[in-house]
């Protein structure tokens, strides 16, 4: 790092930074067996957007509400469809 007062120059302060992404899922897919898939994505987004290997943290929180998650939602009306089920009660 520079010297107080100082200003600090592109590298260096590019050196200290780390990109933290946050994903919300409702299942355990998305995290995989023993964190196997977000290392993957992590991974990905990294070679993707040419960040240096290291500086991309990937966080997956679960969504609140099942209701809230679209792949949730999808699945379940996947399931009604096919069972011949009704899909909403109007």
Do not use: W
Not at 30 to 51: A, M, N, P, W
Not at 62 to 76: F, G, H, P, T
Request: some cysteine; aromatic content about 4%; overall charge positive.
């Amino acid at each position: 790092m520079g010297a107080p007062g100082r200003r600090k120059s592109h590298a260096e302060s590019k050196e200290a930074e780390r990109l933290k992404l946050i994903s919300k899922g409702c299942g355990l897919k998305t995290v995989g067996e023993k964190g196997r898939r977000i290392r993957e994505l992590t991974s990905l987004v990294e070679k993707r957007f040419r960040f240096p290997q290291d500086s991309v943290e990937l966080y997956v929180e679960k969504v609140a509400n099942r209701d809230l998650c679209a792949i949730a939602q999808a699945a379940s009306l996947r399931y009604k469809l096919l069972g011949g089920l009704a899909v909403c009660s109007c």
